[in-house]
């Protein structure tokens, strides 16, 4: 589960380097080209996220035992 | 012979630092006793992470969403969209800034420091470097959204736009990468 997680974040930052690619390719082409990366990584970002909140609701992961922090 | 030498070592730092102890200082961790040996805080238990870590990157996922809706409609020339979608971009990432800013009024106020041990400075130094970057976005924001409001963009001429934007989405994607690795990996 943990090594689906990191792939898919892996992808959504080779979808900010395409993104990058085009913003500096310039032009028409460019600006397409990083508009449809943008596009395809927050559309990455949500699913995963809603996948993250699923996962968790069902027990199939479970947050660390990193998560400290002071509560009243 | 060695075994003396070491014993003297030992004799010599006694007498310089006493008490002292040869590990990592700051290994402690919330609830352990601190550097001074006294208990900084006992009143720690496991954040939810149902709560504000999670409120927090679905506004910023949210602020992805408007960003992007923001991004098309300067493509297609809809300026009032654009607009619109790009005061809900700031807003949401002022919105985001108090949560943090809250949470750290809370954290502080029980205890959590810099020098709280690893946690705190790995807490703070994760959190904050990237509040920072996301105030700098909020500013960086702002002013495109006067440059709009200005006329300075149009359907070919728009690379501050986009230059601004991408950055907005990496900010977003390293908060994703936190909220992955800090809380749930």
């Known amino acids: 589960m943990n090594l689906f997680v990191i792939a898919v974040l892996v992808l959504i930052f080779i979808f900010l380097g395409s993104a990058v690619i085009g913003l500096l390719k310039g032009g028409k082409a460019g600006s397409d080209r990083m508009f449809k990366a943008l596009r395809m990584r927050i559309i990455l970002s949500v699913l995963l996220f809603a996948f993250l909140l699923l996962a968790g609701a069902l027990g199939w992961i479970e947050p660390n035992g990193f998560n400290l922090l002071p509560t009243q | ?185």
Not at chain 2, 3 to 17: A, D, K, M, N, R
Not at chain 2, 37 to 46: E, I, M, W, Y
Not at chain 2, 62 to 72: C, D, I, K
Not at chain 2, 121 to 138: A, K, N, W
């Open chain 2, 1 to 185: 012979m060695f075994h003396g030498l070491e014993e003297s070592i030992t004799t010599f730092i006694h007498q310089l630092w006493e008490g002292f102890k040869a590990a990592w200082p700051l290994i402690s961790t919330p609830g352990d006793v601190g550097q001074n040996g006294v208990a900084f805080s006992t009143n720690f238990k496991l954040v939810d992470t149902w709560g504000l870590p999670a409120l927090n990157t679905g506004l910023l996922l949210t602020s992805g969403v408007t960003l992007t809706y923001a991004h098309h409609a300067l493509r297609a020339g809809h300026r009032d969209a654009l607009m619109a979608w790009m005061l809900a971009t700031i807003a949401l990432g002022v919105i985001f800034l108090g949560f943090q800013i809250t949470e750290y009024g809370h954290a502080y106020h029980d205890g959590l420091k810099l020098t709280s041990g690893i946690y705190g400075s790995t807490f703070y130094l994760l959190t904050g470097f990237h509040g920072f970057h996301v105030t700098i976005g909020v500013i960086m924001l702002t002013v495109i959204l006067y440059r709009i409001q200005k006329g300075h963009f149009n359907l070919e001429n728009h690379f501050a736009f986009e230059g601004v934007a991408w950055y907005w989405h990496f900010v977003d994607v390293v908060w994703l990468g936190l909220f992955i690795f800090v809380y749930w990996i």
